[in-house]
Structures are given as C-alpha cells and as structure tokens.
C-alpha cells in the first residue's frame, strides 16, 4: 500500500523537472525519473498517473515562472522606466538560472500543439493578473507623452526575443567563439544590461 508523501511527489517533481530540461520529453522516462528521485516507478504512477501529466506540471510551473519573471518586478514608488527595467532584468535572470527552458518550451510547443492549447487552457487567469496591469501602466505613460505608442504585445515581443535569444544561442556561440564557462558569464552580465538599455531607447519619442 502506497502512503502519500508531499515530499515524495516534491522530489519526483524535481527529478522530472531537471530530466526534462536536459533530454526534452521523448527522451525521458518514467523509469529515470523514479531512479533519480530515489522512488520506484510505481510511485511515479501513482502521483501523476502518466509522464504526460508529469510533463504538464512541470510546463506550466515553468511558463508560470516566465510569467511572473516579467510581471512580478513591480517596486512600490518606481517610475514606469524603472519598474520595466526591472521586469527585463528579472526575466533575463529568471532564464539564466533556467538556462535549457526556452529550448524546452519552443521545441514541445512546436512538436505538439495540443500542449498550447491545453496550457492556455490552464493559464487563462495570466492575462487579466499580469498582463492587463501592464498594459494599463504602458497605455497611460504614451497618454502622458512620456513614451512613444506601442502596444503591450509589441513590447513583450521585444523582450522576450532580446532575452531568450542569447540562451538559445549561447551553446553555439560557446563552442564557435570557443569561450569558457568564465566568458559566457560575463557575456551574460553584458547583454542583461545592454538589452535593458536597448528596449528602454526603444520606447524614446524621437524615434
């Protein structure tokens, strides 16, 4: 008889998390799963039934964290520039600790769509929690004059692109431009900054 354990599923849930991450869902199975949690595969089934809803759980924890890497940044007091940037840079360290996440996300997006629908299905409360928000923030710093038109989507396109960009091509470029683990890092500390600066003229009126 199996007992339940939140700190079983916990920790099946993080051996899923990282197998998928390095491997992508194909390559990855309920049985390596069980022996990197430390659990049999039973225990495996038994909490999450399927590695497809094992999959799920891990998805749409991740595409949460994206989310609120880009909306949770807010300080009481800031400037619109100054709650942006910190948007930007929040998402931009988000993906550095997560460095496989955008190539995990693009790559099962593309190969099953039915996952997009299913995740939107599940996230239906971001855009009235996040993105609404923000949008009303953007929309009354162009009515002041301050920033020039744009919509939220325009924006959010650009920052996502500027950021998730470097972490696709960072495993080329280490090998083409042959740096160490030292070089990326400081590439990293350079583009976060520069990509704040580069989106933040961007939004300048005498564009």
């Given at each position: 008889?199996?007992?339940?354990?939140?700190?079983?599923?916990?920790?099946?849930?993080?051996?899923?998390?990282?197998?998928?991450?390095?491997?992508?869902?194909?390559?990855?199975?309920?049985?390596?799963?069980?022996?990197?949690?430390?659990?049999?595969?039973?225990?495996?089934?038994?909490?999450?039934?399927?590695?497809?809803?094992?999959?799920?759980?891990?998805?749409e924890k991740k595409a949460r964290m994206i989310a609120n890497g880009l909306f949770q940044a807010d300080r009481p007091g800031?400037?619109?520039?100054?709650?942006?940037?910190?948007?930007?840079?929040?998402?931009?360290?988000?993906?550095?600790?997560?460095?496989?996440?955008?190539?995990?996300?693009?790559?099962?997006?593309?190969?099953?769509?039915?996952?997009?629908?299913?995740?939107?299905?599940?996230?239906?409360?971001?855009?009235?929690?996040?993105?609404?928000?923000?949008?009303?923030?953007?929309?009354?710093?162009?009515?002041?004059?301050?920033?020039?038109?744009?919509?939220?989507?325009d924006l959010l396109i650009t920052i996502v692109s500027l950021n998730v960009l470097l972490f696709?091509?960072?495993?080329?470029?280490?090998?083409?431009?042959?740096?160490?683990?030292?070089?990326?890092?400081?590439?990293?500390?350079?583009?976060?900054?520069?990509?704040?600066?580069?989106?933040?003229?961007?939004?300048?009126?005498?564009?």
């Amino acid at each position: 008889m199996i007992n339940p354990d939140s700190n079983t599923e916990h920790t099946i849930l993080e051996a899923a998390e990282k197998l998928f991450l390095e491997k992508g869902f194909a390559l990855t199975s309920t049985t390596e799963i069980a022996r990197v949690a430390g659990c049999n595969q039973a225990l495996v089934h038994y909490y999450f039934r399927t590695k497809e809803n094992l999959f799920n759980s891990v998805f749409e924890k991740k595409a949460r964290m994206i989310a609120n890497g880009l909306f949770q940044a807010d300080r009481p007091g800031a400037t619109f520039e100054e709650k942006l940037r910190l948007k930007i840079e929040d998402h931009f360290d988000m993906l550095r600790a997560n460095p496989g996440l955008p190539f995990l996300i693009f790559n099962e997006l593309l190969t099953n769509p039915d996952r997009l629908k299913k995740l939107r299905d599940n996230m239906l409360d971001v855009p009235k929690n996040v993105i609404l928000p923000f949008k009303a923030e953007l929309e009354s710093e162009i009515a002041k004059g301050n920033i020039r038109s744009i919509t939220v989507y325009d924006l959010l396109i650009t920052i996502v692109s500027l950021n998730v960009l470097l972490f696709l091509a960072s495993p080329i470029l280490k090998i083409i431009a042959d740096l160490d683990q030292q070089e990326i890092e400081t590439l990293f500390d350079h583009r976060k900054q520069e990509n704040v600066i580069i989106i933040l003229q961007s939004l300048k009126n005498n564009i």
